[in-house]
């Protein structure tokens, strides 16, 4: 197992100093700790070392961590398939990745039944690559509309995923484009920045960066 205690410190301080440098509050970019196919011993040295948020990509991945840590602020940050709501609603604090109607109106039934109001971001995709998901800036409009006229989703914010391999510098423009976005809007909540990027983030207006890699180590998809 990696330092995983002193890797999340490290991370966190880098955070608050890259929040510094750009005159931003320390407190106001909230690190989240993507623990996808990683093990909950491993979910447990962070929480350790005072991690409370937590981000997966799997939805029954996610549930069964947040049964074994209930405790904890769970995420969900990757594509979310509409058959897959119903293991998470009234188990993660924010669905990070809200990319379509259809998805919204899951949530908004799922949440509605089970008598709570679920948080969400509207994922972007900002960089136009077709492999990616998120809706088109274009389409943000009517979907934010059509969520607000929903009683049990509320929309606090956007995320986007910018490309790897970029320069510091196109990530920039990827994430600006997003402050921008979300401005526009009146959403005060701005996912953004991981490993390779989430200083770039910061300066442009961050408030979750979620860093997998550089606290728990490289992911092994081959043998799970
Ligand atoms: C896996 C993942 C991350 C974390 O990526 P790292 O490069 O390991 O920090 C962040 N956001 C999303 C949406 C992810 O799927």
């Not at 594509?79 to 993660?92: P, S």
């Amino acid at each position: 197992m990696p330092d995983i205690k002193q890797n999340y410190l490290n991370v966190l301080e880098s955070v608050k100093k890259a929040a510094e440098n750009c005159g931003r509050d320390p407190g106001s970019v909230r690190l989240i700790a993507v623990s996808k196919t990683k093990p909950i011993e491993y979910v447990v040295k962070a929480a350790e070392a005072g991690a409370v948020d937590f981000g997966e990509n799997r939805p029954q991945e996610l549930a069964a961590k947040q049964a074994e840590m209930p405790e904890l602020r769970w995420h969900q940050i990757g594509t979310l398939q509409r058959n897959k709501v119903r293991h998470i609603v009234g188990k993660c604090a924010l669905i990070h990745s809200v990319d379509s109607l259809a998805l919204a109106l899951e949530i908004n039934k799922r949440a509605k039944a089970a008598g709570l109001v679920q948080d969400v971001l509207i994922q972007v995709n900002i960089t136009g690559e077709e492999t990616k998901s998120g809706i088109e800036p274009s389409e943000l409009e009517a979907l934010l509309n059509e969520i607000k006229s929903m009683d049990a989703v509320n929309p606090v914010g956007l995320m986007t995923i910018s490309v790897a391999g970029s320069t510091p510098d196109e990530n920039r423009e990827v994430f600006s484009k997003l402050k921008k976005l979300a401005d526009r809007f009146g959403l005060k909540e701005l996912s953004m920045g991981m490993t390779h990027d989430y200083v770039e983030a910061i300066e442009c207006g961050a408030t979750m960066v979620r860093v997998g890699t550089a606290i728990f180590g490289a992911r092994d998809y081959g043998t799970r």
